[in-house]
């Protein structure tokens, strides 16, 4: 299909939201040795920043949200296979009772 002719088979393919990719791929890297060893990442507050606005480098987990269509799934797809993860993707729609 045209469209998996020209998807995005790497981080340099995709367009826009560079900034937050940077940030996925970044977390993602330090993932392994922040929560199964322990080593947790320091965080520095610069000038004029709140807690708020730091990033959260030694979370668990990530969180992508925003409207369909912008890209979510491709990069998370994309930076996981590029960093040797396996992606396994559910939907709401599979795990839910057809009653």
């Known amino acids: 299909m045209w469209t998996d002719l020209y ?3 790497s981080v340099r393919d995709l367009v826009g939201n560079e900034g937050i990719v940077d940030q ?6 330090d993932w ?3 929560n199964i060893r322990g080593d ?3 965080v520095k507050l610069r000038r004029g920043m709140t807690w708020q606005d730091v990033p959260k480098v030694n979370a668990k987990a990530c969180l992508l949200s ?10 998370a797809r994309i930076v996981c296979s590029q960093l040797g993860y396996e ?3 559910t939907n709401a729609s599979d ?5």
Do not use: Q, Y
């Open 87 to 89: 992606v396994l993707e």
């Open 40 to 42: 947790k990442k320091e």
């Open 7 to 9: 998807a995005p088979k």
């Open 66 to 75: 925003g409207p369909p269509g912008i890209g979510k799934t491709s990069a």
């Open 32 to 34: 392994d040795s922040v």
């Open 24 to 29: 996925l791929v970044e977390w993602l890297k």
């Open 95 to 99: 795990t839910r009772n057809k009653l």
